[in-house]
C-alpha cells in the first residue's frame, strides 16, 4: 500500500524567503502525487497534482513540485513565501486508476516570520 | 460558487447522541469521498461513493459510522452513540474521473464534530 512521509513538522521561514517543503512517498508503481494546503479550521484546497508528463509542476499561488522518481520524492517549492502562505501543507499519494485510496501525509505546518 | 460544501460546519454533541453530517460535492462530480482528520494529522479515508453505490470502507469506518448518497449527489455521514474519540474534523470531497483533472480530490470545508 502507499504511504506518504513529510519529516519535517514544522518550519519557520522569514517572508520573502525561499521554501521547499519535503515528501517522500512509497509506491510500487506510478504514482499520483498532490499537494494541498489548509488554512486552520477549513477544508483543503488543491495546490497542484502529478499525474505524468514533465516532472516539474507549476501551480497555484506561485507554488511548483518537483516529482523525482529516483528519490520517490515530490517536494513542494516557493521562491519567495508570502505572510499568507502560512498554513498546515499536506502531500498525498494516490493509485493511477484507483484514485478512492489516496493515503496524506501528517503535514507540514508552516510559520512565515514578519 | 460551485465548490463542495458541507453542512453543519461544526457539530458539539454529547457522548451517546447520534449525529448527522451533510456533504454536497461538485455538481458533476460522480464520486464522493469521506475523510476524518485528527488534530495534527493529515486526512484518513472513511469511504467513497461512486454515484449512489458505496463502493470501499475504511476498517476506520466502525459499525457506529453509516454513509448514504442516495441519489448519487449529496452524501450524509451518521455517527450513532458517539463516543468522544470520535471528535475530529470530518472532510468531504469530490471528483470526476474521465475529465482532465481526473484524479484530484476537491474538499469541502469540512465539519468539526467535538463529544463532550
Known amino acids: 500500500a502507499q504511504s506518504v512521509t513529510q519529516p519535517d513538522i514544522h518550519i519557520t521561514v522569514s517572508e520573502g524567503a525561499s521554501l521547499e517543503l519535503r515528501c517522500n512517498y512509497s509506491?510500487?508503481?506510478?504514482?499520483?502525487l498532490f499537494w494541498y494546503v489548509q488554512s486552520p479550521g477549513q477544508g483543503l484546497q488543491l495546490l497542484l497534482k502529478y499525474f505524468s508528463g514533465d516532472t516539474l509542476v507549476q501551480g497555484i499561488k506561485g507554488f511548483e513540485a518537483e516529482f523525482k522518481r529516483s528519490q520517490s520524492s515530490f517536494n513542494l517549492r516557493k521562491p519567495s513565501v508570502h505572510w499568507s502562505d502560512a498554513a498546515e501543507y499536506f502531500c498525498a499519494v494516490g493509485e493511477a486508476g484507483n484514485n478512492n485510496d489516496m493515503r496524506f501525509g501528517a503535514g507540514t505546518r508552516l510559520t512565515v516570520k514578519p | 460558487d460551485t465548490g463542495v460544501s458541507q453542512n453543519p460546519r461544526h457539530k458539539i454533541t454529547k457522548r451517546g447522541q447520534n449525529v448527522t453530517f451533510r456533504c454536497d460535492p461538485i455538481s458533476e462530480h460522480n464520486r464522493l469521498y469521506w475523510y476524518r482528520q485528527t488534530l495534527g494529522q493529515g486526512p484518513e479515508f472513511l469511504t467513497y461513493f461512486q454515484n449512489e453505490a458505496q463502493l470501499e470502507k475504511s476498517r476506520l469506518l466502525s459499525d457506529r459510522f453509516s454513509a448514504e448518497r442516495p441519489k448519487g449527489s449529496f452524501s450524509t455521514l451518521e455517527i450513532q452513540r458517539t463516543e468522544q474519540g470520535d471528535s475530529a474534523m470530518y472532510l468531504c470531497a469530490s471528483s470526476f474521473p474521465g475529465l482532465a483533472d481526473s484524479e484530484a480530490q476537491y474538499f469541502g470545508p469540512g465539519t468539526r464534530l467535538l463529544v463532550l
Open positions: 509506491y510500487g508503481a506510478t504514482p499520483y
